[in-house]
């Protein structure tokens, strides 16, 4: 570390007045020795641990973990918690109160003695939320990412802790499962600490920290309960303490450069549609321009290297056995931008020079790939003037190219009340347009695009037809679906006006979303539209309708995109 350059910390420490004395006197309580308070890192331990958020629920001892690490590196650590974000628990949807969490990140940050920050993650939305508040900060920052669980086992078969969800009312009403097969299933799905086991978000969301350089290298595609898990935990403790020796702070690392880098390997690794609203509030903290026709533009192209679910048959813990990310890391060389720097404090192609695959089943080859061009194809057109996207791995390709009657739910109620209507129009060439679940609408986009089929459907053996809302799709989940349509129906976007019988035409290779109408007839149709009562009056949820961005844009408030650094003006006395 520069002898000239004073830790931030010091200036809660480092004083001989009154204030040094208030602010080391109360930590004294906890008997720390007088050598913490003299020129020691201190560094915060950023724990989104809570037992509301199951995938994240070992992340209390991982926090003890990192302390070791910590410790033995010179460093102080102060372990904090912050608001968690249970994907499979909270109620409308965790996407609501991401911006919130993120909130609450920045400002214990900023507000703390801190000098260095390790992110505890793990559940879809605390990963992101943790980094766009830690990037409007701007101090050092290493993430811990909690892993995925084991294999799920059912009954002689593989299942994933995620992808199982949606396939809950086509076992019941074709497979015949019972209320207690449902129940057994429940257990033996989720066998293990962690996150979900697919290529769902949360894993997404490590392999992208790790893609940008946020996390050691190998560390994302460990299994929560192997104990390298907590021995990378620990080595992490120790390398946090020396980025901040080193001033490696999260803007060095986070270029536009890196940001490319993390949309290729999603496109590698079949990841989620989600990654898009998330790293694009990322970028929008750290000051990196980042926009939807980017998604297409750098990662359209590249081949599916992963066979996992949902675009594959595999999941994460085979992943790990075949060598995990960084063989895919090493495969993508030649697609990478090999100069962007890592937080170990290497370039992102040196940290994966001597990889081997153990299994050409999981894990490809670039020059033999499970697909071509496998990742998001970002669409325009007169239904989606600011864009929607889909993922053509996880989708049926008969379908990408299409045209087919709107069979339109108003809501989601409307679709839960009407779906499943013996005398509801709707074939195998129908179109489901789901409106209202957009980031202003619903409020918080939740991940309902992927609206399960009808039950006629079901019977006749249909598993997949075109789907499209204004509303997200879980990681987990799979078929022809069509998000993130943009404006949103609530807001007065093209998509409110549509209804039922109106033709719509998808050509994902052309990169085209169309609603054959004429012009004349939806402005009038625009003239007639009541625009929605916003469904809060107070609190958070009106702050969020008033001042969330749309979905091309990430989904931020509008207020908290950038950063105001790490300085702290005033003291408390």
């Known amino acids: 570390m520069d002898k000239k350059r004073k830790l931030r910390s010091s200036e809660w420490f480092g004083g001989n007045d009154k204030m040094g004395f208030v602010h080391r006197s109360w930590l004294r309580n906890q008997g720390y020795p007088d050598d913490y308070f003299e020129g020691k890192p201190v560094i915060g331990i950023c724990n989104t641990w809570s037992e509301l958020t199951p995938c994240n629920g070992h992340l209390r001892d991982f926090a003890e973990v990192v302390k070791r690490g910590i410790l033995e590196a010179g460093g102080f650590p102060l372990e904090f918690p912050v608001m968690s974000l249970g994907e499979t628990i909270m109620k409308p949807t965790t996407m609501l109160f991401r911006n919130l969490a993120s909130m609450d990140t920045e400002e214990s940050i900023r507000a703390n003695p801190l000098d260095g920050i390790v992110l505890l993650t793990g559940c879809d939305k605390t990963t992101p939320s943790t980094i766009m508040g830690a990037c409007s900060v701007d101090l050092p920052t290493i993430v811990v990412p909690g892993g995925p669980m084991l294999t799920g086992r059912f009954r002689g078969e593989k299942i994933g802790s995620g992808s199982m969800n949606w396939m809950i009312k086509e076992r019941q009403e074709i497979g015949g499962y019972s209320a207690e097969d449902i129940k057994e299933a429940e257990v033996c799905v989720a066998r293990s600490i962690g996150h979900c086991n697919t290529m769902g978000t949360a894993s997404t969301m490590a392999t992208m920290c790790e893609a940008l350089g946020l996390t050691l290298p190998g560390f994302s595609s460990i299994p929560a309960v192997d104990s390298r898990k907590k021995l990378f935990a620990q080595l992490s403790g120790r390398r946090i303490v020396e980025m901040v020796k080193e001033?490696?702070?999260?803007?060095?690392?986070?270029?536009?450069?890196?940001?490319?880098?993390?949309?290729?390997?999603n496109a590698a690794v079949g990841g989620s549609t989600n990654l898009i609203i998330h790293l694009t509030a990322i970028a929008g903290r750290i000051g990196v321009k980042l926009n939807l026709e980017d998604f297409d533009k750098v990662g359209s192209k590249v081949p599916l290297l992963v066979n996992l679910k949902p675009s594959g048959k595999y999941l994460m813990e085979d992943f790990f056995y075949a060598?995990?990310?960084?063989?895919?890391?090493?495969?993508?060389?030649?697609?990478?931008?090999?100069?962007?720097?890592?937080?170990?404090?290497?370039?992102?192609?040196?940290?994966?020079?001597?990889?081997?695959?153990?299994?050409?089943?999981?894990?490809?080859?670039?020059?033999?790939p499970f697909q071509e061009k496998a990742g998001i194809a970002v669409l325009k057109g007169n239904l989606c003037e600011n864009g929607a996207v889909i993922k053509p791995s996880a989708a049926t390709p008969r379908l990408m190219q299409h045209r087919g009657e709107a069979v339109v739910f108003e809501s989601m109620e409307?679709?839960?009340?009407?779906?499943?209507?013996?005398?509801?129009e709707i074939d195998e060439n129908s179109v489901i347009v789901l409106k209202g679940v957009g980031p202003k609408g619903y409020p918080g986009m939740p991940e309902v695009g992927n609206v399960d089929l009808p039950k006629k459907l079901l019977a006749k053996g249909i598993t997949?037809?075109?789907?499209?809302?204004?509303?997200?799709?879980?990681?987990?989940?799979?078929?022809?679906?069509?998000?993130?349509?943009?404006?949103?129906?609530?807001?007065?976007?093209?998509?409110?006006?549509?209804?039922?019988?109106?033709?719509?035409?998808?050509?994902?290779?052309?990169?085209?979303?169309?609603?054959?109408?004429?012009?004349?007839?939806?402005?009038?149709?625009?003239?007639?539209?009541?625009?929605?009562?916003?469904?809060?009056?107070?609190?958070?949820?009106?702050?969020?309708?008033?001042?969330?961005?749309?979905?091309?844009?990430?989904?931020?408030?509008?207020?908290?995109v950038g950063g105001s650094g790490s300085k702290v003006e005033r003291d408390l006395h």
């Not at 986070?254 to 949309?263: D, M, P, V």
């Not at 993130?484 to 807001?491: A, L």
Request: overall charge negative.
């Open 247 to 265: 001033d490696l702070k999260l803007s060095k690392i986070l270029t536009r450069k890196a940001f490319e880098n993390s949309i290729v390997t």
């Open 323 to 368: 060598g995990g990310l960084p063989v895919v890391m090493k495969e993508l060389k030649p697609l990478l931008h090999d100069e962007a720097i890592t937080v170990n404090g290497k370039s992102i192609t040196d940290n994966y020079e001597s990889e081997v695959c153990y299994d050409r089943d999981v894990i490809a080859a670039l020059e033999h």
């Open 414 to 424: 409307d679709y839960h009340e009407r779906i499943d209507d013996p005398n509801l």
């Open 464 to 560: 997949d037809i075109i789907r499209i809302s204004d509303g997200r799709m879980s990681g987990t989940a799979a078929g022809t679906v069509i998000l993130h349509v943009s404006p949103e129906s609530t807001v007065g976007g093209t998509l409110a006006f549509v209804k039922n019988g109106d033709m719509i035409v998808l050509n994902v290779e052309k990169r085209s979303l169309h609603l054959d109408v004429e012009l004349e007839e939806l402005i009038k149709r625009k003239k007639e539209w009541i625009s929605p009562e916003p469904l809060a009056k107070r609190g958070y949820v009106k702050m969020y309708i008033d001042h969330v961005e749309q979905a091309d844009k990430g989904a931020d408030l509008d207020f908290l």
